[in-house]
């Protein structure tokens, strides 16, 4: 699929300058990117979309120099080996990258970001942090697990999207099995956190990250459906303005600039980061997929986008 202003299987004219060049290789990557092409075209900028299909004439044109980029986002070198030649062609080349590939892959490790959150002043929940079973095999003295209540979670260190995550466990007979099940891993023992109440909604909201644009939305934990975006009324009358101020420090610590984030009001009225920083962040949309974010979300992070690319130099 292309949208946006430069088609990666035609030979535009030497030299021709676009403001993004994105590499994707994710299907349901397809209906934002639609709509990001929309916008940059009523904006006057220009995208470059790079699929696996058009991988080969896309390294063709850039090599040339036919295609000049300001600006890369790479949604696709991590899970496709076939994009490291683009990854590497753009680090030496593309002077500007949104979610940089040495910092993104710090994050990725959430005791990385665990320290930062708690020394800027953010709660988390309650963490312990045990080595893989590869590096140490066996527990003379397991950690004490009764700061945690149960029941806990258990989180492999290093990953995302859900992978490897236990939500139910009790026992260090529980911690044993994902060791042994994740040999390789580092793994996070984590307080299981229950959201309050609000308007009759669970206090849970998956807040977006787009260039300075923070968008917190109503989230169910247990469905892992979206619900609207927070109102303006809802964020002063609710109390929700804190969503907006940890979304921002969470972007000064990951130092991205398109991530998710997760946070929960509890009932003793802290605003716990669940969820540190998502990359890649999940774009899937509505109606397109199940558990995708609203139509309108997405607009504004399209549109955040766009106005970032044309305040750059």
């Known amino acids: 699929m292309y949208t946006g202003g430069v088609d990666a299987r035609t030979l ?18 397809e209906p934002f990117l639609a709509l990001l092409g929309e916008t940059f075209r009523s904006t006057g900028k220009s995208l470059m979309l790079v699929s696996p299909s058009s991988l080969p004439g ?33 680090g030496q080349n593309v002077s500007i990258h949104l979610n940089p590939a040495r910092r993104r892959r710090e994050i990725w490790r959430k005791t990385n970001l665990h320290w930062e959150f708690i020394h800027a002043g ?17 527990f003379e003295h397991p950690p004490d697990l009764s700061p945690l209540s149960v029941p806990f979670s258990i989180k492999p260190d290093l990953g995302g999207g859900g992978w490897g995550v236990v939500t139910d466990a009790r026992t260090w007979a ?19 956190v229950e959201p309050t109440l609000l308007v009759g909604r669970r206090a849970w909201f998956r807040i977006f990250y787009a260039c300075g644009l ?4 109503w ?27 940890m979304a921002q420090t969470a ?28 990359d890649p962040v999940d774009l899937r949309i509505l109606p397109y997929a199940r558990e995708g974010m609203p139509r ?15 305040q750059l130099p």
């Not at 390294?59 to 949604?75: K, T």
């Not at 610590?253 to 929960?264: D, G, K, N, R, Y």
């Open 12 to 29: 535009p004219t030497p030299g021709t300058r676009i403001d993004l060049l994105l590499a994707y290789d994710w299907l349901y990557d």
């Open 58 to 90: 896309a390294m063709e044109q850039l090599r040339s120099g036919r295609i000049v980029p300001r600006a890369y986002l790479d949604r696709a070198s991590d899970t496709d080996p076939n994009f490291q030649p683009l990854e590497d062609w753009a």
């Open 122 to 138: 953010l709660h988390t929940p309650y963490t312990i942090v045990v080595p893989s079973h590869r590096r140490q095999p066996a």
């Open 174 to 192: 529980d911690v044993e099995k994902a060791r042994c099940s994740m040999p390789d891993e580092d793994l996070i023992l984590q307080q299981f």
């Open 214 to 217: 923070v968008v917190p939305c």
């Open 219 to 245: 989230w169910d934990d247990r469905t892992h459906l979206f619900g609207p975006a927070v109102t303006a009324e809802e964020r002063w009358r609710l109390r929700l303005n804190p969503l907006w101020r």
């Open 251 to 278: 972007a000064q610590i990951a130092q991205l600039q398109l991530f998710s984030t997760e946070v929960a009001l509890v009932q003793d009225g802290r605003f716990i980061v669940v969820d540190y920083v998502n």
């Open 296 to 310: 309108e979300v997405a607009w504004s992070l399209a549109g955040a986008l766009a106005t970032y690319l044309g």
